[in-house]
């Protein structure tokens, strides 16, 4: 089955500066990567996908890449704010699957 | 439009009792999954219901854990006997269509001790 694997664990970031999570996953046959975000007390939000047909997508301050011959697909939010500050966890899954599945998470503090 | 209600937020049991945690998802969302994070780990996968039906429980760990959706409105998860091994944020989360391909809202979790 799918495995996704995320790094760094743990990312702590000035305010204003950039910060990027990598993540990589194992069944060439996933199509769909959506990135939640985790804010205290609460259920994860989807913030951002991105699909197998497209390389790169930007969404304000925060834009996803991928790379499906690596099987890398990357979250990069510019000018970082404190209330960036959460866990984010990426995910990979395919049409077919009935379920999405998730990387261990980032912890993500931001610095003011 | 009422997101994904879930209830206890909380529940503190010692080992050897019975928890029972509820799902109500959003209305009309027929697909309805249960998720479990343990100790900082990965957001696990434990079943999916579509509507009434256990479409996938392949991730469910064991026969202590049982899954029910009452004529496909909300769900409950029952675990008995609880045991230390089962503390964890429980999610449940619901969508429009399968595959996990349109996205999950997903609801704040209850949070289960075992002591």
């Known amino acids: 089955g799918e495995n996704v694997e995320q790094h760094p664990s743990t990312l702590s970031v000035q305010e204003g500066d950039s910060a990027v999570i990598k993540c990589t996953y194992s069944?060439?046959?996933?199509?769909?990567f959506p990135w939640y975000k985790q804010e205290l007390g609460k259920g994860p939000q989807l913030i951002i996908d991105?699909?197998?047909?497209?390389g790169e997508k930007k969404d304000q301050r925060i834009a996803v890449t991928l790379n499906k011959t690596a099987k890398h697909f990357s979250l990069h939010i510019t000018e970082t704010q404190p209330e960036d500050s959460a866990v984010y966890f990426c995910?990979?899954?395919?049409?077919?699957?009935?379920?999405?599945?998730f990387g261990p998470g980032t912890s993500l503090s931001v610095i003011p | 439009e009422a997101g994904v209600t879930q209830f206890p937020s909380h529940s503190v049991i010692e080992k050897g009792q019975t928890v029972t945690l509820r799902c109500d998802p959003i209305?009309?969302?027929?697909?309805l999954y249960w998720y479990r994070r343990v100790m900082g780990k990965e957001i696990k996968f434990l079943l999916h219901?579509?509507?009434?039906?256990?479409?996938?429980e392949s991730g469910m760990p064991n026969n202590r854990f049982l899954a029910e959706r009452t004529g496909g409105t909300y769900s409950t998860l029952k675990v008995q006997p609880a045991e230390l091994e089962d503390s964890g944020v429980y999610f449940c989360?619901?969508?429009?269509?399968?595959?996990?391909?349109?996205?999950?809202?997903f609801g704040s979790g209850t949070r289960l001790t075992v002591v």
């Open positions: 989360a619901s969508s429009p269509r399968g595959g996990g391909y349109y996205g999950y809202t």
């Open positions: 069944d060439s046959a996933s199509n769909y």
């Open positions: 991105i699909r197998s047909n497209v």
């Open positions: 995910a990979a899954s395919t049409a077919s699957y009935d379920k999405v599945i």
């Open positions: 209305s009309g969302h027929d697909n």
């Open positions: 219901f579509v509507k009434e039906s256990k479409q996938d």
